[in-house]
């Protein structure tokens, strides 16, 4: 739950003489901008903008020569391999300030979000440096991730010339891991499985319907006594008291009563925007809560005629959901 | 390569959507393409030290693919001012990134648009920002 | 033994933490603070306190608050269901415990971190098999997982049937958010809120927008209640009476998804709610001068207002049009910015607003508070009370 109090205060008094100092480490382009490496790049992403490889279309372009890919622009200072085998640098304020981040417990990094302006695009022979600033640290935030700090940092990339040929703000939250992560459910092969829809729990007042649902029928409890129909199921009439019921199959067909299109939160197994509604039966009182699918969820409305299918939403799970009547 | 011209735009303008299949491959070379060699986004096995499935895209990575969708909409003549890109959920292999984008706005006083786009995966939004073009 | 709970008991204290987005301390200690604010604020010692009462889905045990605070011998305890429903719920247990003997001072206490800790905007998911958990079985399914989609539906069908449209809906919002500029406790202090602002913002659950969605809160609230008769000896903070109190749950109710009734677009749990209030307070709505309505989405303030009878069914647009609910108009509420502007602390913050209105002490104090109408969540089994003043 993060620091809190005179710690807290503490804490972030060691943390003010950070802000709006540079880095410190040495961001120097290793190489002039060069063609292998922008063919290198665009061949991994698949990029095949002609104005990048094609010396002939790049001539007759606005640009008059191959410039290389703008987002690009980082991997040029990038210090490669010693990424991975390199000892850290001593100089390295930023990393000095993720540990002062660790040792009270934010241990988490995460990058949130990164911005960057170019103010031309980069040629052959080009070559870049750049200077790295921590702008700002903000106050403590509770976030999805954990209670956490975000820091900002802005890199600014000159060339040969001195001039500043684009800029980056990198924004990074340093956060106290809430609870560890649940493992992430894997298939027989280890992969991780695709998320799917919440399934409903089964119990004995409604396990029945949706096997009925996975049969491919979609079923509407009938009392046996009054002949009542009644959605969503219960153990009992309300009519007539009777705990003796049965089913028949619904027709399918219905009108949208009311509906909402969900944008937040994302629950992963569902694609968003999501389209629910309340759909008024043909058999008369009865309503069922579906998506309506085969449609665009801003076209939903009420009073639009839909009817029902039985369709597998995930592997192994069906539900009955309403599509427009066409 | 044609480019679509500024006045041709319209508010609204959906870009065609891009189905990108997120391999292994693409992810440890595009790391590596752009100098980006740090362990969790070539090694598998310091990627599951690190808590995740396998190795994951890096953000250079992810930059490149909303430059490459923005601008094989825009073609040559358009000219990439700004991305700025909020990241979301991982992209491990075996995910498939559908990007999809629209014309936010228009300026007209600099031919710039700015399109406002989504890349998704099955858990979610691995990625949504903006991006300034120029247009001729 | 009273025969209805007209003027049986009044709030004499309440008290409360600060609300944030990080309370920093567990879900108990908040409770432990709350209550021995509102025990201090009444003029009163733990040891005066014999009975205690909360919602059902508070996670702070009776029995540990009161050894935490000191409380000792306690005679009435209870807990009351469903959510927001239960905010006035509470009061009801703790109006019946002073009026029947069975407690002399009750403290009503709810704390939680609705922020950092479990966030209802996650919705529902898992648990044990209860017949809740197969109630929301039927749209688990189908995405519909959070209070804002379960309300979205109420409002959508609202607004076709009324003509009400987003714009009705931020006339609630600005109109609280200009209460919680003034309040140093409110989320939103001192942050004013334009139209644009409301009709930008991004869409959660359409119809609704970000700021038609409450806060998730970090806090809590308690507040102690007695009979009158103690109330006047008491060296409290002022008392407010409590002329009426009800709970109601309507035919065919679920819990946020009764969308199987013949009409959507009412409440009937709340018009059986307000219909009792009336019955036993005796007064009428022109007896109402401010009121603190539960909003944990704005839509549901007005159908409130309707049930309540301030407006006839579907003009609760209309009547809130020209400022109703701001100071100087017909009935100023949520004048703490209420749960979309202050803290959502479950509707219970807005029980303390309802005392300080009566006290003449809110941040936003219209002139005339003699009486005081307070409710419950909406779309629940619900509840709701009028305060006046202890002459
Ligand atoms: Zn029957």
């Not at chain 1, 008094?13 to 961001?27: A, Q």
């Not at chain 3, 109006?95 to 704390?111: C, L, P």
């Amino acid at each position: 739950m993060g620091l809190q109090g005179k710690e807290r205060e503490a804490f972030e008094k060691t943390l003010e003489p950070y802000v709006g100092i540079e880095i410190g480490i040495k961001e120097i382009g290793r190489d002039e901008i060069n063609q292998a490496m922008i063919r290198h790049w665009c061949e991994a992403l698949d990029n095949e903008l002609p104005i990048y490889t094609d010396a002939e279309a790049a001539a007759d372009s606005m640009h008059g020569e191959i410039v290389a890919p703008p987002t690009m622009l980082q991997a040029w200072i990038l210090p490669g391999m010693e990424m991975a085998t390199g000892e850290p640098d001593p100089n390295d304020k930023q990393k000095e300030l993720h540990r002062l981040f660790d040792d009270v417990g934010y241990t988490g990094v995460v990058a949130t979000n990164t911005e960057q302006e170019y103010n031309r695009y980069l040629k052959l022979g080009d070559r870049v440096k750049a200077v790295t600033v921590i702008e700002t640290i903000s106050e403590q935030k509770a976030t999805g991730l954990g209670i956490g700090y975000f820091i900002n940092t802005k890199t600014t990339f000159t060339d040969q010339n001195d001039e500043v040929v684009g800029s980056m703000t990198f924004r990074v939250l340093k956060f106290e891991p809430s609870q560890q992560p649940a493992a992430a459910p894997t298939d027989d092969s280890g992969a991780p499985a695709k998320p799917t829809r919440i399934r409903p729990a089964l119990a004995h007042d409604n396990q029945w319907w949706w096997e009925g649902v996975q049969a491919d029928k979609f079923l509407i409890q009938r009392c046996e006594d009054c002949g009542v129909l009644r959605h969503p199921p219960r153990p009992m009439c309300g009519e007539c008291q009777s705990i003796r019921w049965d089913s028949v199959e619904a027709t399918g067909q219905g009108e949208v009563y009311s509906y909402v299109v969900i944008h937040y939160p994302e629950v992963p197994g569902y694609e968003y925007p999501l389209a629910v509604a309340v759909v008024d039966l043909e058999e008369p009182g009865l309503r069922f809560v579906t998506n309506v699918v085969d449609c665009d969820p801003e076209d939903v409305h009420i009073g639009m005629k839909v009817e029902a299918e039985v369709r597998e939403m995930d592997p192994d799970f069906k539900m009955v959901v309403f599509k427009p009547i066409a | 390569m044609s480019s679509v011209q500024y006045a041709e735009t319209n508010v609204g303008d959906a870009l065609p959507e891009q189905k990108i299949e997120v391999t292994s491959s693409l992810i440890v070379g595009g790391a590596l393409a752009s100098q980006d060699f740090t362990p969790v986004h070539h090694d598998r096995g310091a990627a599951q030290a690190s808590g995740m499935q396998d190795v994951f895209m890096n953000i250079l990575t992810t930059n490149g693919l909303c430059e490459r969708f923005v601008t094989d909409w825009a073609g040559s003549d358009a000219q990439v001012r700004k991305v700025a890109i909020k990241l979301g959920t991982p992209n491990t292999p075996g995910e498939t990134m559908t990007m999809t984008g629209t014309v936010l706005e228009r300026n007209d006083a600099d031919k710039t648009v700015v399109v406002e786009l989504a890349g998704k995966n099955t858990w979610g939004n691995h990625v949504t920002g903006t991006i300034t073009l120029a247009l001729p | 033994m009273p025969t209805t709970l007209k003027d049986e008991a009044a709030i004499v204290g309440i008290g409360q933490t600060e609300f944030s987005k990080n309370s920093g301390r567990s879900e108990l200690q908040l409770a432990c603070e709350a209550t021995a604010a509102a025990i201090k604020d009444a003029g009163l010692t733990p040891d005066d306190i014999d009975g205690m009462t909360t919602f059902t889905m508070d996670t702070s045990d009776e029995i540990e608050v009161a050894r935490a605070v000191g409380i000792k011998d306690l005679t009435f305890f209870s807990r009351t269901p469903h959510g927001g429903g239960a905010a006035i719920g509470v009061m009801h247990q703790a109006v019946m415990a002073v009026a029947t003997g069975s407690a002399n001072y009750v403290v009503v206490y709810r704390s939680l971190n609705g922020r950092s800790g479990a966030r209802y905007s996650e919705g529902v998911s898992g648990g044990p098999t209860t017949s809740d958990l197969i109630h929301w079985s039927w749209y688990m399914p189908s995405g519909l997982m959070t209070p804002a989609s379960w309300v979205a539906m109420f409002t959508q069908r609202y607004m076709f049937e009324t003509g009400c449209t987003s714009l009705d809906l931020a006339e609630i919002c600005m109109a609280q958010r200009e209460h919680a500029v003034n309040n140093p406790n409110a989320f939103f202090y001192q942050r004013p809120m334009t139209l644009e602002d409301h009709q930008t913002a991004r869409k959660i659950v359409d119809p609704l927008r970000l700021y038609d969605c409450c806060q998730e809160t970090d806090g809590g609230t308690a507040c102690i209640v007695t009979t009158p008769e103690r109330a006047r000896d008491l060296d409290c903070g002022g008392a407010a009476l409590i002329r009426s109190v009800a709970q109601g749950a309507g035919a065919e109710q679920e819990s946020m998804t009764s969308f199987y009734r013949p009409t959507i677009s009412s409440l009937p749990e709340m018009d059986l709610v307000a219909k009792q209030n009336w019955e036993i307070s005796g007064l009428t709505p022109d007896d109402i001068d401010c009121a603190v309505i539960y909003d944990a989405f704005s839509s549901i303030v007005l159908w409130q207002l309707e049930s309540f009878g301030f407006c006839k069914p579907g003009e609760a647009k209309d009547f809130i049009k020209d400022g109703a609910l701001r100071l100087g108009g017909r009935l100023p509420s949520n004048t703490h910015g209420g749960q979309l502007s202050e803290a959502y602390i479950h509707g219970m913050n807005g029980v303390n607003e309802g005392v300080r209105l009566i006290r003449g002490t809110s941040s936003n104090q219209p002139a005339k508070n003699g009486h005081v109408l307070v409710t419950a969540g909406v779309g629940i089994p619900t509840s709701a009370m009028i305060l006046g003043q202890l002459d």
